[in-house]
């Protein structure tokens, strides 16, 4: 028989939350030939990487982190990244995770082994491993995405990206030009507008921006955590607060009337916030909240009042040597700062290297066939031995660390089923895999996207074949899920002896629904 063995039993594609996530539920399942691979040279993913001016997360603290690993220390409701990117050091110090984690190493290829039922993962240095299982972890906030305009070379002035922040530009007293009007921007324009000469916004589309419940935690308040039941109550309000800000009112819209209260939140607050009425009209969104991603700020708005900061609403056409051309007129600056955000539902970001399945097949190219797609959110038809945290259908709107903790949770039951009978090679079966997305294909008629509206909001929700791989569901029915799906929904063969056509002929184990019933890597995905 070929030899059969593997450098890792299982690779992990990301440092972030998600692959640290899948680390540590693995270590905890008893899962301990693993390794990590991260092209930075630190942890933490989103908030390695993103260190721009008022930078934070953008739902409570108490929900963005692991249930089984509560943090006391937040100093705000909504925490800084620089905490965000500690708890991430926190957590890997604390689970022994760093010697198992390769720096500075970027995934190029990755090509499945029909004959050996084994991962080959390729390295930009030329570095080949194998691995029996493949992770993808990479999340999707990782890869800039730089706008297309003409004449972006010509620009002598400095540039940078929101999520590649370069400390050593001084702000003071220039002119300022910042495209986009996103998530990152809206924390961004607050921080920097008080510093600059000039500051420029040039904005495509209105972001709905809502009143954000932040405050300080001082340390009376930190010590009441401590109690007993002092963390239970704080995270459970925090999630039931996401839960109804998202997954409940964009997936639920006809059914619950939260939106239509969010909008009206979202209207009295501009109202209260921008003094001159043009600018407040040109700030105003003309879709329905929740159509793109929302955000929480009590500082964007009032921005606009500033007399040093010019709302751009004007198509730019072109950047020039001096700065930034628009139907109306020709702003000059001295910083092009482009927060635009990043390649979500894009190629050559899902996954963020080149991934081969059985016989060779693209995954990019089976989407491109037959749209985004993903059973469960987990695995893909045709794609043995691999899964991933942030696919397509998986995320509800929740918090990420909700997502990872049940996705892990799916993925531990099936690693777990597979050791049990020896298995080499877990494939999702098409079956299965079209149900699920028939499924949620029938929910949309539910959902907020699928306004009429939705169509002026530029959102990245949607990808190029007008879907919006969003998992329709709410965050209870998906932990379920996670921890209940049929095993029989996926194949399990061992290797055996050879074909006459070169693959070894599979033994396929009848799968029964795992009696562990909940028991994940984190002892199944937490809701309250």
Known sequence: MTNTVVDHEIVIVGAGFSGIGTAIALRKAGFD????????????????????????????????????????????????????????????????LRPRIRFGTTIARADFDDVLHLWRVRTTDGDELTCRFLIGATGVLTRPKLPDIPGAERFRGETMHTARWDHGIDLRGKRVGIIGTGASAIQVIPEIAPEVSELVVFQRTPIWCLPRPD?????????????PGGQFLTRWLSQAFVELTFPLSAHYYKVLPMVKLGERT?????????????????????????????SFS???????????????????????ATGLGTTGRHHQVDVLIMATGFKVMESGNMPTFDLHGSGGLRL??????????????????GFPNFFTIIGPYGYNGASYFTLIEMQTTHILRLLRDARRRAATRIEVTPEANERYFQEMLARRGTQVFWQDSCALANSYYFDKNGDVPLRAMSTPEAAWRAAHFDLRDYRFESL?????????????????????????????????
């Open 496 to 528: 055996g002896e050879r074909r006459t056509t070169g693959r070894p002929a599979a033994r396929t184990a009848t799968a029964q629904p795992d009696a562990s019933g909940v028991q994940g890597a984190v002892e199944g995905a937490e809701f309250a």
């Open 33 to 96: 030939d693993f390794v990590m691979i991260d092209e930075a040279d630190g942890v933490g993913g989103t908030w390695h990487w993103n260190t721009y001016p008022g930078i934070a997360v953008d739902i409570p603290s108490f929900s963005y982190q692991y249930s089984f690993e509560k943090q006391r220390s937040w100093s705000r409701v909504y925490a800084p990244g620089r905490e965000l990117k500690a708890y991430a050091e926190h957590c890997v110090r604390k689970y022994g």
């Open 215 to 227: 405050a300080p935690l001082p340390p009376p308040v930190r010590a009441l955590m401590r109690l």
């Open 298 to 320: 009590n500082d964007y708005l009032k921005t606009f009042n500033r007399e040093n900061v010019t709302l751009e609403t004007d198509p730019i056409t072109e950047i020039t």
């Open 266 to 294: 979202g209207l009295a607050h501009l109202r209260d916030q921008v003094q001159d009425p043009v600018v407040r009209e040109q700030l105003t969104p003309k879709y329905a909240l929740g159509c793109k991603r929302p």
């Open 364 to 381: 990019e190219d089976w989407w491109d066939t037959h749209r985004l797609q993903a059973y469960e959110g987990v695995s893909v038809p």
